[in-house]
T-cell receptor, first 106, second 117 residues
Framework: DAKTTQPNSMESNEEEPVHLPCNHSTISGTDYIHWYRQLPSQGPEYVIHGLTSNVNNRMASLAIAEDRKSSTLILHRATLRDAAVYYCISRSTLTFGKGTMLLVSP | DAGVIQSPRHEVTEMGQEVTLRCKPISGHNSLFWYRQTMMRGLELLIYFNNNVPIDDSGMPEDRFSAKMPNASFSTLKIQPSEPRDSAVYFC???????????????FGDGTRLSIL
């Protein structure tokens, strides 16, 4: 099974960039990496996904290591509304775990 | 567009009672997932369906839990009899496609907060 490992929590200041890491050293070559976030009292929300190349969308950027053993979710300018739990998962296993709680200070 | 719709939003019931949670996936999505979230264990996958057929129910905690998907627009998760340790937030999600090579994201409902007294 492709297991992902994330830090329990991270802190950032508003309007600063945030880099959220994820290790997935056992992921298969055809398995997509997905990121979700969960705001308080809401269901998880899709953020971004990728396979090998770096990806950008309106919410974030995803940088995937060349060996695919790790990836980084990048929030270019954190806002207070970005405070949430962020999950990195392999699409095939759907194992969310406990994610990284991002705290954003004004 | 309507997202994934779950009902009820909150359920409080006494131990031993039957509980039925309901989910309407996004129209056109062919995969449906049930999750449970607790502080201790985080977000756990219970069961998922593809084209209304259960594919993997290995996450279902025990025989007291059952799930059905009678058609493409409706699914239920039933607990009978319920116990206090079943208290959690239950989420339903749907997506297009399925499988290791699928790149389709899941869309989650707002969840049902279940409390068993």
């Amino acid at each position: 099974d492709a297991k992902t490992t994330q830090p329990n929590s991270m802190e950032s200041n508003e309007e600063e960039p945030v880099h959220l890491p994820c290790n997935h050293s056992t992921i298969s070559g055809t398995d997509y990496i997905h990121w979700y976030r969960q705001l308080p009292s809401q269901g998880p929300e899709y953020v971004i996904h990728g396979l090998t190349s770096n990806v950008n969308n309106r919410m974030a950027s995803l940088a995937i290591a060349e060996d695919r053993k790790s990836s980084t979710l990048i929030l270019h300018r954190a806002t207070l509304r970005d405070a949430a739990v962020y999950y990195c998962i392999s699409r095939s296993t759907l194992t969310f775990g406990k994610g990284t709680m991002l705290l954003v200070s004004p | 567009d309507a997202g994934v719709i779950q009902s009820p939003r909150h359920e409080v019931t006494e131990m031993g009672q039957e509980v039925t949670l309901r989910c309407k996936p996004i129209s056109g999505h062919n995969s449906l997932f049930w999750y449970r979230q607790t502080m201790m264990r985080g977000l756990e996958l219970l069961i998922y369906f593809n084209n209304n057929v259960p594919i993997d129910d290995s996450g279902m905690p025990e025989d007291r839990f059952s799930a059905k998907m009678p058609n493409a627009s409706f699914s239920t998760l039933k607990i009978q009899p319920s116990e206090p340790r079943d208290s959690a937030v239950y989420f339903c999600a749907s997506s297009l496609g399925f499988g290791v090579t699928s790149n389709q994201p899941q869309h989650f409902g707002d969840g049902t907060r279940l409390s068993i007294l």
